[in-house]
């Protein structure tokens, strides 16, 4: 694999704002009432779309180490087909799918909006969009720069 130009902590400015907007989004989260859970998930899914082995191995780790089930994990591609994530976690996956897939589908459709609108508040809506939004940013980050995974014991 080429080494690439690593684009976050070398331009140190913009990375602690990408990192204030992220503990910014996980207040507002908190604050809502957001399972933290579900956060996990949508980084998750985001991640397994974009292709960011590193954010994919960071947030596979937290979800563990928060009591995520490895069998959801090992089946999360697969969500729909499985009755292992709730309600609330499938509205919050089919949103992640649909904003980490905006440059294909254009919008996000009006049935994956209703759904989510229904089964959350509008704060905890607006939180998981942010989240949506900043995992894409970081995956993108870490994709483009080949990020390395960082030494684990296995």
Known sequence: MTNRIHVGKRVPEIYQAMAALQAEVEKAAANAGVDQKILELVKMRSSQINHCAFCLDMHSHDALQMGESPRRLFVLQGWRETELFTEQERAALALTEAITNVATLHDVPDDVYD?????????????????AIAINSWNRMCVTSHAPLPERAE
Do not use: K, N
Not at 115 to 128: G, K, L, M
């Open 115 to 131: 759904e989510a609108t229904r089964v959350f508040t509008e704060d905890q809506y607006r939180a998981i969009v942010w989240e």
